[in-house]
């Protein structure tokens, strides 16, 4: 069977997307009920089939084009609920509690319980506030770049940005945890032991959604998404920051500060250990020091089917 046709359209990132969305369906075939695995790996088929067809078509017109560069942020957000419902079919043991053991050596302390001290509502509501922003710093750097017509820049931090997402999901299959908020602290109270000011509710709720915790679930324990280890908040800032400051983005600075609150709320908001935030730093080196030589093996791959150089098509990154 002849490839070739089909992979020398595809850029860094769809070939990214397709292996993540096909070792997927493998899992779900292996670990979730057959009813359910079938389901999703049909979405993750017709996924693979849509990239394709948004590589090949591109060129025929700018809404093609256009959807073709941002369709990894929806699919990145898919495969994290993917990844959901693998943990959830899984038989394997939280870690929370070698994390709290680390934590506790490192620190003597809880640092959750140490924090609250400091807590205040309107401490509460900035950090949270910041932390809710999440994606919101990830699509100031690719809508930067898009305006400026950087694709190549923009390409290859979408490709990175979607790599290291990946490998924090690879990180929460292999340590699932759900964080001291269900652990050292009682998540039923959490309202009313870090209460903010006006957002701070209705934002902690919407973050529980996309978590898959019901509104006032009894057992919110087993429906947590098991995404504790390593902090994946901290390691795509970070790699946000290292991006910002690589190609001086306009916004680098306000990314800074709303990026620094946010880490700082992964434990204060007792979502995090600060053992996950130190695996957080480790992957993003580990991302972007990876994510270069990955492309480069793409392209040379790419250049040596199509009998041209299309390295150049990342830019200068």
Known sequence: ???????????????LVIFFALLLSILHLWFVPFHNAIILVIANIMTCFGIAAFSSYR????????????????VIFFTFKEVYVIIQSMTYPDIDHVLIAIDRWIFGVDPTVVLHQFSSPLVTEILQIA????????????????????????????????????LSYIGYLLFPGVGPRFT?????????ELPGLW?????????NAGESIPPGAADAF?????????SGHT???????????????????????????LIIGT?????????DLFAGALFMAFTVWTAPKIARWWDSLRASLNGRNVTTERGNN
Do not use: C
């Open 131 to 166: 932390y809710t922003s999440f994606y919101f710093i990830m699509l100031t750097l690719g809508i930067e770049l898009y305006l400026k017509k950087e694709i190549g820049k923009f390409t290859f931090s979408t490709f990175t940005l979607s790599y290291g997402f990946y």
């Open 1 to 15: 069977m002849n490839l070739a046709p089909f992979i020398k359209p595809l850029r860094p990132v769809d070939a």
């Open 235 to 261: 390691q795509m800032t970070l790699i946000v920051f290292y991006f910002a400051s690589k190609y001086k983005l306009t916004s680098r600075y306000v990314l800074y500060g709303l990026g620094t609150l």
């Open 184 to 192: 050292l602290h009682d998540f039923h109270t959490l309202d009313m």
């Open 59 to 74: 060129a025929h017109h700018p809404s093609i084009a256009w959807l073709h560069d941002w369709y990894p942020v929806p």
């Open 267 to 275: 434990v204060y908001l007792r979502y995090h250990y600060v053992i």
């Open 199 to 207: 957002l701070t509710e209705f934002l902690r709720n919407t973050i």
């Open 222 to 230: 087993t429906h947590a998404q098991r995404d504790v280890f390593p």
